[in-house]
């Protein structure tokens, strides 16, 4: 993809395919986009019109996704000394898109007190637009870790895990999402996906809601699992220990796939900005993921992570249901387990070389 322009109040960038299924020419006192099509694709202009143009750039996004924008000045943040609820924020790659966009929904939409906590466990991110947030510093690329540090850091009676892609729209999102648990659910999520292969259904950080002390009860996420399968297995854990999850309808948006093409797409910069601006619609982020991960050098990769996760999760599955050991988590370490701990490495080494090599596609 060619580079991106951005020049004081404008944005500009060229696709080489089309991303948009209209043209659009839009103007408002705050941003005025248009999409034309060019030869093999299309052609995004948006200026802005606001004191800090990013404004204007992503009320411009919020109008292409369809939904209403907030503010993207964070000065409002004030985090409680007693928080009711601790959202934990897992930033891998997308630091734009989490500072104006899912920070912002939290600040809006959440009426108890509550904290931020962002921990990060990504590649070359510039931490610096996060300095009033309480941060923390994970291992990079193993997800499971990382959920568990923030936790850990958490003060509130509830925690809510936010994936970097996703963000909320509904007012008081949590009020319902608490009263699931209240009700007698262990966990809940705004997302839940069924795995045809294992029978049952998991849930996703859009987020994930529950009890910091049911959060510990089942031992936290397995950081065996460092990248992939750690959402299966926790969920499985709870429903195989006699427990329920539950997906709570409350209006949110998950934009899947935006950290897979920051890392694989060759240009992060680009893509970092795209996103941040929320320019991209949902369906070309997932055919972009989808174009990504089917190369070779991916696919190989991901096979060599899964095979052994899967091996290590289908021990899981033998064991009987409300067994003590279904809450047993792991420490990876290379004595017992030396042929992952290898292959965890391998793989953090290549989280780092794609990111900055920009020869993963052609």
């Known amino acids: 993809m060619p580079a991106i322009g951005k020049i004081q109040n404008e944005f500009i960038h060229t696709f080489n395919e089309v991303v948009y299924d209209d043209c659009i020419n839009h103007k408002t006192n705050n941003f005025h986009l248009k999409i034309t099509g ?8 948006i200026t802005s019109y606001t004191q800090n143009p990013e404004q204007g750039f992503c009320e411009g996004g919020a109008f292409i996704q369809k939904f209403a924008p907030c503010s993207i000045d964070l000065s409002s943040y004030s985090q409680s000394d007693e928080p009711v609820i601790s959202c934990i924020i897992l930033l891998t790659f997308n630091c734009f898109f989490v500072r104006h966009f899912l920070i912002p929904s939290i600040i809006a939409n959440t009426t108890i007190p509550y904290e931020i ?17 309480n941060l923390i510093k994970s291992e990079t690329g193993c997800v499971s870790k990382a959920y568990n540090k923030g936790v850990a850091t958490a003060k509130g009676k509830f925690i809510a895990i936010f994936h970097d892609d996703c963000l909320i729209t509904s007012h008081s999102w949590h009020q319902p999402m608490i009263a699931a648990i209240n009700d007698g659910a262990f966990a809940t999520s ?6 045809p292969h294992f029978n049952f259904e998991f849930l996703k950080g859009t987020p994930l809601l529950m009890s910091k002390t049911n959060y510990e009860l089942i031992g936290g996420h397995d950081e065996f699992f460092f990248a992939g399968i750690e959402d299966l297995d926790f969920s499985y854990r709870i429903q195989r220990s006699g427990y329920s999850v539950k997906k709570v309808t409350v209006p949110y948006r998950h934009f899947n796939g935006m950290s897979t093409v920051i890392l694989l797409t060759g240009d992060p910069t680009l893509m970092r900005t795209l996103f941040g601006y929320c320019l991209i619609p949902e369906l070309i982020i997932e055919k972009w993921k989808t174009r990504f991960m089917n190369s070779s050098e991916t696919q190989a990769m991901m096979h060599a992570v899964h095979g052994e996760n899967l091996n290590y999760f289908k021990n899981r599955l033998a ?23 290898n292959i965890r490495s391998t793989y953090q080494n290549w989280l780092i070389q794609q990111f900055s090599s920009g020869n993963i596609i052609p």
């Open 38 to 45: 060019e030869e093999n694709g299309q052609h995004l202009h």
């Open 319 to 341: 064991l009987p249901i409300n067994s003590n050991k279904l809450i047993n988590t792991e420490v990876l370490t290379i004595e017992k387990y030396p042929t992952l701990y």
């Open 190 to 195: 705004t997302e839940s996906v069924y795995n």
């Open 117 to 133: 906590i962002i921990v990060y466990n990504g590649i070359a991110t510039d931490l610096t637009v996060f300095e009033n947030f």
